[in-house]
């Protein structure tokens, strides 16, 4: 079996900015001088987590700090993201809109091959498992209609207050995931979860995670 090599959060995140993917803004900073200065530039409300190679799941270990707004508050999850991951650099993030929430993300399957994924995210992702595959890479069309596979589907029109999602753009983050792990063999899994929308609805990459096979 290969080794497998889970890349930061901020490496991850490179990989889709590179491919034209919108990502948060976000400073990777070192220490609180640092993460101070990153906020300064950001504007509160802030997210700040570990980046670290090889951490995977981080809201399992209690260190993603969301909506954070004030200096007190940062340092606070400051010291407790450095007393749990002394070597994590930490990924100082601007706050999106979380009330609606999808994942996409890629998989190497040893018998069907490459395959993309679409379906609700967040916490949802492991509970209703609301997802839909195809194998990758994926036509524009064919990511438009997994938009229409998952029975939650109704998240992405307006609801209340929120807007329709720019279903083009998430479409094309689907296109652009699958192109690039069907194009990078030693690409095992990538794992966007969450995407966010801003207030006119256009999708925001949050979370990702990309594992390689050495």
């Known amino acids: 079996m ?18 034209g993917v919108l990502v948060c803004k976000e400073i990777l900073a070192k220490d609180l001088t640092e993460v101070r200065k990153a906020i300064a530039e950001i504007g509160y409300p802030v997210v700040l987590k570990p980046s670290l190679p090889g951490l995977a799941h ?21 010291n407790i993201i450095k007393d749990k991951f002394p070597e994590a ?7 999106v809109n979380n009330q609606r929430e999808v994942v996409v993300g890629f998989i190497r399957d040893r018998i069907m091959g490459p395959c993309v994924m679409f379906g609700l995210g967040g916490i949802f992702t492991e509970i209703l498992r609301d997802i839909t595959f195809r194998l990758a890479p ?8 997994m938009l229409q596979d998952i029975k939650g589907k109704k998240i992405l029109e307006s609801v209340r207050s929120l807007v329709e999602v720019d279903k083009n753009a998430l479409a094309d983050i689907i296109v652009k995931v699958s192109n690039i792990g069907a194009n990078n063999n030693h690409i095992k899994e990538i794992d966007i979860n969450p995407i966010c929308f801003n207030e006119q609805g256009t999708p925001i990459v949050v979370d990702c995670s990309v594992i390689l096979n050495n």
Do not use: T
């Open 58 to 78: 981080k809201s399992e270990h209690k260190v993603v700090f969301l909506d954070v707004k004030s200096d007190q508050e940062a340092e606070n999850a400051y």
């Open 138 to 145: 994926v036509s524009f069309k064919e990511a438009m209609m």
């Open 2 to 19: 290969k080794e497998q090599k889970i890349l930061s959060e901020y490496d991850s995140k490179n990989i889709l900015r590179e491919a």
């Open 89 to 95: 650099k930490i990924l100082v993030q601007e706050m």
